[in-house]
């Protein structure tokens, strides 16, 4: 059994995929800051940070926002630099970034396994970085106070499982949204709109009554400050089915 990422990096989706990306309405918000070009850290360990630092300046509690961390730290019996670190992340200040990059490090260990750690210490973000993190997690913070608010962050799909999906946790529900937030500089690819269709679907099949109320799927992208927004009812009852069996195994 694999995690949705693992499941959809190994389907082969018709031409254009199973939702294309052109559905998707997008709209662009506005600010007056600008990104640095050039960063030193992996684009998915600082999507994973900046996820992370969201949800904890939105109120989740420091456990709650770095949970997947703090388990990956524990299932190599790192626990206490992981407690040291995430006891160190107290905002959007310098430090508390290094902090939170490096307590993010951790999450590969419960994704995709011991051997592609890494040692957390070795992760230095330079000051570009440091800087990139906190506008996207600041431009994260104003999208949730205009779209949200947040009804349910860093879930999971208990009874929505399968026997070929055994993990995956999603960002962020609204009122009636299932958000996922991305940080690549490209315009949305075709797995990333499968995953979000998958986390909707495992979602209304799990324990989590919230779901039932959602009825569009949001991707929002902090780095080029877009969202990309689908209504539900627009996709059709075939490509229902058809990722329900053969991507989910219902």
Not at 156 to 170: L, V
Request: hydrophobic residues 40%; charged residues 25%; negative net charge.
């Amino acid at each position: 059994m694999v995690s949705v990422t693992q499941r959809i990096s190994a389907i082969k989706q018709p031409r254009g995929g199973y939702l294309p990306s052109k559905m998707f309405a997008v709209r662009e918000l506005t600010d007056s800051k600008e990104l640095n070009e050039v960063e030193n850290l992996h684009a998915v360990l600082i999507g994973i940070c900046v996820d992370y630092l969201t949800r904890l300046m939105n109120g989740a509690a420091k456990e709650e926002a770095f949970r997947v961390s703090l388990i990956g730290a524990m299932l190599i019996r790192k626990q206490e630099i992981a407690a040291k670190l995430l006891d160190e992340i107290t905002g959007l200040d310098d430090s508390s970034i290094i902090n939170a990059c490096r307590l993010s490090g951790f999450d590969v260990v419960y994704r995709a396994g011991s051997a592609r750690y890494k040692p957390v210490e070795e992760i230095s973000p330079d000051k570009a970085t440091i800087d990139n993190i906190r506008i996207m997690v600041e431009r994260s913070l104003a999208f949730l106070e205009e779209f949200g608010p947040v009804k349910k962050d860093g879930f999971t799909f208990e009874g929505g499982y399968t026997d070929t999906i055994d993990s995956g946790d999603g960002d962020f529900l609204t009122e009636d949204t299932l958000w996922d937030f991305k940080v690549s500089k490209s315009a949305i690819k075709k797995e990333q709109t499968l995953q979000l269709l998958v986390y909707y679907l495992m979602g209304i099949n799990s324990v989590h009554g919230e779901f039932q109320m959602i009825d569009k799927l949001g991707i929002f992208n902090p780095r080029q400050n877009k969202i990309y927004l689908l209504e539900i009812d627009r996709i059709s009852d075939e490509t229902i089915e058809l990722v329900s069996n053969e991507v989910i195994g219902y």
